[in-house]
């Protein structure tokens, strides 16, 4: 377990050295001409303004001190976060204060410095308030088919306002209708029609969109305002909710919204239509979202067409405001999917009770405000978010659910943590503005971002200063900004005398990202190379790629000692070759005992033989799998010295490769161990002798054969004492079988005896008469007999 412990440590040492060294590369490989362009890479670099500072300008901090960067000279600004306004979320118990003085989300306002890629983070803290203010619009469908409804309504007023009375004390409502665009094929256009579209019954005129009260806590007036109100009728069943709807939300001022929680309530019996709807009227116009109320009504429904589905749910998201939809059991899967597109809202079956729509309101309000999403405005381009909530009972939310909470009851707490990331300088005006709100809530937290796109050093800028060759440019954090026609490092190049405004351009090889290579500078789009300590030692090359001591090592020396490094390659003197001229052309090494290159089975590589087939050694003599040469030439010997052997009739033809020399014995033959390359022979002949002869290739490739005139036979067997020998062998082993089975038949008869001498001894014999036995004796008794 410790090993594997150590395993991990090294590879997150090694992964986060390799990770650092990448970043420190980046500060340096971005070539940054300024500090501002240096610090928009990443927060890891910073800038040295020191005026003799030799190294690059932009790198990690550490490795500038190490340079030799003074403290001072550091420029390294760092982002923060300023709380601006901070007043603690209260709550609005039993009294009817100022509604500026309730508070739900903390802080208000934030002021942020953001540095390229530095996350800063805060956290805002929401708590939903007691007796909060609402103000609630009930938008209804006034045709004919929603009569039974209307009648429930009428009676709405003084019982919601009672019920609510557990939830708020600052409670108003308002009540607007609508119907149908007035226009064919929505709406008959006669003149009969157009007075009472429901005769025979009783119905008002038809219209789009009514604002019968607005906001109002008169709870007897809205009963008063609603009674008067009757059905009207269209031809079509979709009505046109989304006009309605649209007109209640942007008419802020005639509605009589406040900056408090607002519930609009849309109740219907009917579908809906939406944009591309209203051609079939011809109106062809899209709707612009603005008021055109005039006298409470909406005046330009023949003019502008139905909204659409994404144009209201933006609507109704940047108006704060929260929907209910109570629609009639038919419709409800209609409302609900398109109350999955409507943040805050929700869908509410209805019944013909005027208590069933006081219930739906609650619940449905209760449902909508124990979920706090934040949502925030537009972000600045390159400018990023992200939420992480704190929930009720430690729940943890991040991701795209980070920014919400659920269940929340009044006076419940919840925390979000808000991180901001911006990604170079996204605002040319460094300043930027956004909000983030509660959706709704009216309550919002106003966020400054302030952009840090160049250093401080920055004002501290000397125009025209002498260092900038003759004042052709500003001297600002340790270099020059030219002025403008001027370029190069220090103002130095005339724009009318360059082909490019990019002189480092001209310094980099095949449009790579290093500047004459990393081993020089460039002058108006020139490399000059950099000097090294040894003055052996140079760089070389239009742009520095070249210098004469990076070239390959052999033996711990420059090309082996052997050549010349000539542009980070070896140039290999007469006889070597190779990367670091490593390899010898030179054969000498390479001869065998026989003066052949390799004994003719190998190359000569390197110095070093590299042996063919299956030889094998140093110089290719060794085969371990190759017929032993004594072998090989047996048959020849034999046949030219002895005549014999299984070549004896083809020797003349088969065996005339070699000289023959003959000797007396085998002692008188030449001695292998003054001359190794002599083979010493010794082979067996058809009559079953060994004749001796030896085997030497000379320098000028003839063969040498000598061969002892004397074999060595062995002498016949003596038949006598091998005849007595098996016969007596066959008599032992005859009387040892005998002796064996008369041993085995006494053991075997023992055991019988003793057997039968151990049941003699257990059995038992019966003394009693047999009962089959009669006697030979026969007695007769005469009965006159007295006995006298």
Not at 372 to 401: M, Q
Not at 461 to 480: M, R, Y
């Amino acid at each position: 377990m410790d090993m594997r412990v150590l395993l991990i440590s090294a590879l997150l040492g090694f992964v986060s050295h390799v990770r650092a060294k990448t970043d420190r590369n980046l500060c340096i490989s971005e070539n940054p001409k300024t500090c501002g362009e240096c610090i928009l890479i990443g927060p890891q670099c910073v800038w040295c303004k020191d005026p003799d500072f030799k190294s690059s300008r932009c790198d990690e901090k550490e490795s500038l001190q190490k340079a030799g960067c003074t403290p001072l000279g550091i420029e390294n600004p760092r982002g923060d976060v300023t709380t601006d306004k901070n007043k603690t979320v209260t709550n609005r118990k039993n009294d009817k204060g100022n509604l500026d003085e309730i508070i739900q989300i903390q802080p208000q306002k934030l002021t942020l410095k953001l540095r390229s890629e530095e996350p800063q983070k805060f956290t805002l803290k929401f708590k939903r308030a007691e007796d909060y203010a609402i103000d609630l619009y009930f938008l209804m469908d006034l045709s004919d088919s929603m009569r039974s409804n209307l009648e429930n309504v009428k009676n709405l007023g003084a019982d919601l306002a009672k019920e609510m009375r557990h939830i708020t004390k600052d409670l108003r409502i308002g009540f607007g209708s609508f119907l149908e665009k007035l226009v064919m094929p929505f709406i008959l256009r006669t003149p009969k029609y157009l007075e009472n579209p429901c005769f025979p019954n009783d119905c008002t005129a038809p219209f789009s969109y009514k604002n019968v009260l607005s906001l109002t806590n008169d709870s007897t007036l809205f009963t008063q305002e609603v009674s008067k109100q009757k059905t009207s009728g269209n031809l079509d069943s979709p009505e046109a909710g989304f006009d309605a709807i649209m007109q209640a939300v942007v008419c802020t001022k005639e509605i009589g919204w406040r900056n408090v929680t607002r519930l609009l309530v849309f109740s219907t019996d009917a579908g809906f239509h939406f944009a591309g709807d209203g051609k079939l009227g011809g109106i062809v116009r899209p709707n612009d979202g603005k008021c055109y109320l005039k006298n409470n009504m909406y005046t330009m429904s023949h003019n502008f067409d139905y909204p659409t589905i994404s144009q209201l749910v933006d609507t109704l998201s940047d108006n704060n405001i929260q929907t209910i939809f109570a629609v009639t059991k038919q419709f409800q899967t209609l409302y609900e999917e398109l109350s999955k597109l409507i943040p805050k809202s929700t869908v509410g079956i209805l019944s013909d009770s005027s208590t069933n729509v006081i219930e739906l309101i609650i619940n449905a309000y209760n449902s909508l405000s124990s979920e706090v999403i934040l949502e925030n405005s537009k972000l600045p381009a390159g400018v990023s978010i992200s939420y992480v909530s704190h929930c009720k009972d430690g729940e943890i939310r991040k991701g795209e659910s980070g920014g919400m909470c659920s269940n929340i009851s009044i006076g419940d707490e919840v925390n979000f943590d808000i991180e901001i990331t911006a990604k170079g300088c996204p605002s040319k005006n460094k300043s930027e503005t956004i909000k983030i709100k509660p959706l709704g809530f009216n309550e919002e937290v106003e966020i400054v971002l302030n952009f840090i796109c160049e250093c401080e050093c920055h004002k501290e800028g000397i125009p025209n200063s002498p260092a900038c060759h003759f004042g052709n440019g500003t001297l600002e954090c340790g270099v020059c900004r030219c002025n403008e026609g001027r370029l190069g490092k220090f103002c130095e190049c005339s724009q009318n005398e360059v082909k490019t405004d990019d002189l480092d351009a001209n310094c980099r090889k095949d449009n790579g990202t290093d500047i004459c290579s990393k081993n020089g500078e460039c002058f108006c789009g020139t490399c000059e190379c950099k000097k090294r300590d040894n003055p052996e030692e140079r760089y070389s090359g239009k742009f520095c790629e070249c210098d004469n001591f990076s070239c390959d090592r052999s033996d711990n020396k420059l090309c082996g000692g052997h050549g010349r490094c000539e542009c980070n390659k070896c140039t290999c003197d007469a006889n070597y070759t190779g990367s670091a001229c490593e390899c010898s052309l030179d054969t000498s090494t390479c001869l065998a005992s026989n003066k052949q290159i390799c004994n003719g089975h190998g190359t000569c590589e390197c110095g070093k033989c590299k042996c063919s087939d299956t030889y094998e050694g140093p110089t290719c003599e060794i085969c371990p799998t190759c017929p032993r040469i004594c072998t090989q030439h047996k048959d020849c010997v034999e046949c030219r010295q002895f005549g014999m052997g299984s070549k004896k009739h083809t020797c003349e033809t088969n065996c005339s490769n070699f000289n023959i020399i003959a000797v007396k014995s085998k002692e008188n033959l030449p001695q292998s161990s003054n001359q190794p390359h002599i083979n010493d022979c010794k082979e067996r002949d058809t009559d079953d002798c060994w004749f001796f002869f030896t085997y030497d290739t000379k320098n000028d490739d003839k063969i040498e054969v000598h061969v002892a005139e004397k074999k060595e036979c062995p002498s016949g067997p003596d038949i006598i004492p091998i005849v007595a020998g098996v016969v007596a062998g066959i008599v032992l082993i005859g009387l040892a079988l005998l002796l064996i089975w008369k041993l085995l038949m006494i053991i075997h008869d023992r055991r019988e005896f003793a057997k039968f001498e151990k049941e003699k001894m257990n059995a038992r014999w019966d003394t009693g008469e047999n009962p089959i036995y009669k006697s030979a004796v026969t007695t007769v008794l005469n009965p006159k007999y007295e006995g006298n």
